[in-house]
């Protein structure tokens, strides 16, 4: 088949352009953004917010690239595929509120094409997902979001919310720590049957669920008062965060591999983040309750 790139290019600008009005709407201020091209091909246009009252660093990205080989990360699994000329597109976003009873937030929806050559036909595959970050967690939230997952794929088979849930809780697991990155959401890659409109659909339905998800979260917790304490342990958790994008992260990997903006792709750290040296929370502290939140469990 031909994909209909200017068809998900226009798509996936949309819902930046949509993402970001929400959140430009509860900081009360708006976005920076910063247009970039690519020499191989293609570019994009990073949206973002440094040192806001609400986020102190927000970035929702858009990027429509393109390549003449494609890179070891996107034909590792897939060798007969190696040499082909490429797309890559989607929007990828990381939020790291101030207030640290705001959670953190990921998501990314993305579109890969490897186009045919001769008389074979373009390879396509969508791939993409949301997932919730607290530091001082609050169950009614956790079960907000995953219902709002919930709903957004349940048109496309009662088995993909489960399956994309569980494809989330092992997708952002910190091996080397055996613990989750927060309380998950969905995560779904290589998807590519039964068709191109069907798997585009529910792609998009991803995507256009975070607003309902995460939004009135932040909205219930963002003016919470919070102590130098919480803020110190939000800097320790988020360096999790940090080692999960560096050592787990295939986005991560895939821009840096493929010649992408080392800057946008970096923009999904958090701004302060610390670590210390074996250090366990007091026993029945707030903190400590976070591990609790840390393992797979069922939300609905």
Known sequence: MHVPIEAAHNAFSHLQDQIVQALEALEGAPFGHDAW???????GLTRYIEGGTV???AGVLFSHIQGRTLPPSASAHRPELAGRSWEAMGVSMVLHPRNPHVPTTHLNVRL??????????????????????????VEADARHFHQVCHDAVAPFGADKYPRYKAW?????????????RGVGGLFFDDLNQPDFDTCFALTKAVGHC???AYVPIVQARMDTPYTDRE????????????????????????G??????????????????????NWTPEPGSPEAALSDYLKPRTWL
């Open 256 to 277: 840096l591999q493929s010649g992408g903006r080392t800057e946008s792709i970096l923009l999904s750290m958090p701004p302060i983040a610390n670590w210390r040296y």
């Open 37 to 43: 091209s690519r020499s191989e091909g293609g570019g």
């Open 55 to 57: 986020f102190e660093r």
């Open 112 to 137: 890969f094409v490897a186009h045919g050559t001769g008389g074979d036909q373009d390879v396509f595959w969508f791939g993409g997902g949301l997932d919730l970050t607290p530091y001082y967690p």
């Open 210 to 212: 975070f607003i309902p």
């Open 231 to 254: 803020r110190d342990f939000q800097a320790y958790r988020r360096g999790r965060y940090v080692e999960f994008n560096l050592v787990y992260d295939r986005g991560t990997l895939f």
């Open 168 to 180: 989330c809780d092992d997708y952002f697991l910190l091996r080397h720590r055996q613990e989750t």
